[in-house]
């Protein structure tokens, strides 16, 4: 790839090739920058599936011109994790952090407060409302909420924040140039002109298991507080809560029915004393603001 010629164009490039939690690449931009890595990358062997599909990726491309013209084709844009603005809740990741983002809306909103809520796609009458409740006092305070944009308790979260007249930010799990799903394409226009919509990954990326379960991580690391609201046994929204854990992260969780299997994952997470029980607001305000302050945007 032709006419790279600052660390911006090679954290561009790198964002471009890479996969998810490339650690060994981490090392090198770590010890020598991008740049001096983009050149390690075109200079090595091939070793392994992994790095063949990233040589590949580099050699479809002539020059750096050709990705920011289908970021501007796509009304996308990038920020590599050198800028100034650069969020320092996603440095927590460590070697995980994404090489930069790529976004649309109000990038100022990626160094705001923020507090996640997450739970099951197949989600319930019960915890929409609780979800989007949560949501709507949240954002009403100054707080932008955190979801993944799916079906169920994403988007009431999402649709919560925004009837508040407040802040919503939707990590996505594939390129922007496709928002998934399709279905909720009438909430991520909402989204684009209120809110923040951003990925780790470029245009073109389809969303794979993997690259769900990925991004939670970068819910998480956002969020001063992850509200898991619905998860059954088996989730992601329970990956989101790991990645919370992990990060030393605050992660509350509200108590379902314990014949839901829509609660199986909330009511283990707090049998398990691995998250706080929340069952309203101001216990969630208890919980999240320092002692003292004022629940107010002022106070924020």
Same mark, same amino acid.
């Given at each position: 790839? !032709?006419?790279?010629?600052?660390?911006?164009? #090679?954290?561009?490039?790198?964002?471009?090739?890479?996969?998810?939690?490339? =650690?060994?690449?981490?090392?090198?931009? *770590?010890?020598?920058?991008? $740049?001096? *890595?983009?050149?390690?990358?075109?200079?090595?062997?091939?070793?392994?599936?992994?790095?063949?599909?990233?040589?590949?990726?580099?050699?479809? $491309?002539?020059?750096?011109? =050709?990705?920011?013209?289908?970021?501007?084709?796509?009304?996308?844009?990038?920020? #590599?994790?050198?800028?100034?603005?650069?969020?320092?809740?996603?440095?927590?990741?460590?070697?995980?952090?994404?090489?930069?983002?790529?976004?649309?809306?109000?990038?100022? /909103?990626?160094?705001?407060?923020?507090?996640?809520?997450?739970?099951? @796609?197949?989600?319930?009458?019960?915890?929409?409302?609780?979800?989007?409740?949560?949501?709507?006092?949240? +954002?009403?305070?100054?707080?932008?909420?955190?979801?993944?944009?799916?079906?169920?308790?994403?988007?009431?979260?999402?649709?919560?924040?925004?009837?508040? !007249?407040? #802040?919503?930010?939707?990590? =996505?799990?594939?390129?922007?140039? !496709? /928002?998934?799903?399709?279905?909720?394409?009438?909430?991520?226009? !909402?989204?684009?002109?209120? +809110?923040?919509?951003?990925?780790?990954?470029?245009?073109?990326?389809?969303? *794979?298991?993997?690259? $769900?379960?990925? @991004?939670? @991580?970068?819910?998480?690391?956002?969020?001063?507080?992850?509200?898991?609201?619905?998860?059954?046994?088996?989730?992601?929204?329970?990956? *989101?809560? @790991?990645?919370?854990?992990?990060?030393?992260?605050?992660?509350?969780?509200?108590?379902?029915?314990?014949?839901?299997?829509?609660?199986?994952?909330?009511?283990?997470?707090?049998?398990?004393?691995?998250?706080?029980?929340?069952?309203?607001?101001? =216990?969630?305000?208890?919980?999240? /603001?320092?002692?003292?302050?004022?629940?107010?945007?002022?106070? /924020?």
């Amino acid at each position: 790839m !032709k006419n790279i010629l600052s660390e911006d164009d #090679a954290f561009l490039a790198l964002s471009w090739i890479s996969d998810t939690c490339d =650690q060994s690449t981490w090392k090198n931009v *770590t010890n020598f920058g991008a $740049f001096e *890595t983009l050149k390690l990358i075109n200079a090595s062997q091939v070793t392994n599936a992994f790095e063949k599909r990233r040589k590949l990726r580099l050699s479809s $491309f002539e020059n750096i011109e =050709q990705l920011r013209e289908m970021l501007n084709t796509n009304s996308i844009q990038y920020m #590599a994790s050198n800028h100034a603005d650069w969020p320092k809740s996603l440095n927590d990741l460590g070697s995980n952090m994404p090489f930069g983002i790529f976004y649309k809306g109000n990038i100022e /909103l990626i160094n705001s407060e923020c507090i996640s809520i997450v739970g099951t @796609r197949k989600s319930t009458i019960y915890g929409n409302s609780i979800a989007g409740e949560f949501a709507f006092d949240l +954002g009403a305070i100054g707080f932008s909420v955190v979801s993944g944009g799916a079906i169920g308790i994403d988007t009431a979260s999402h649709h919560g924040a925004l009837n508040a !007249k407040g #802040a919503t930010i939707c990590v =996505q799990a594939n390129g922007l140039n !496709k /928002l998934y799903p399709s279905k909720n394409d009438f909430l991520f226009e !909402k989204i684009n002109n209120n +809110g923040l919509i951003i990925s780790e990954y470029p245009p073109g990326r389809s969303p *794979t298991k993997n690259y $769900f379960l990925d @991004r939670n @991580r970068i819910i998480a690391a956002l969020s001063k507080a992850t509200v898991v609201v619905e998860a059954a046994e088996i989730s992601g929204a329970l990956s *989101t809560a @790991r990645h919370a854990l992990k990060l030393h992260r605050l992660v509350l969780a509200v108590p379902g029915s314990i014949n839901s299997t829509s609660s199986v994952g909330t009511n283990e997470l707090i049998r398990n004393r691995e998250a706080e029980s929340v069952s309203n607001f101001q =216990q969630i305000l208890e919980l999240i /603001l320092p002692l003292g302050q004022i629940p107010t945007k002022v106070g /924020l």
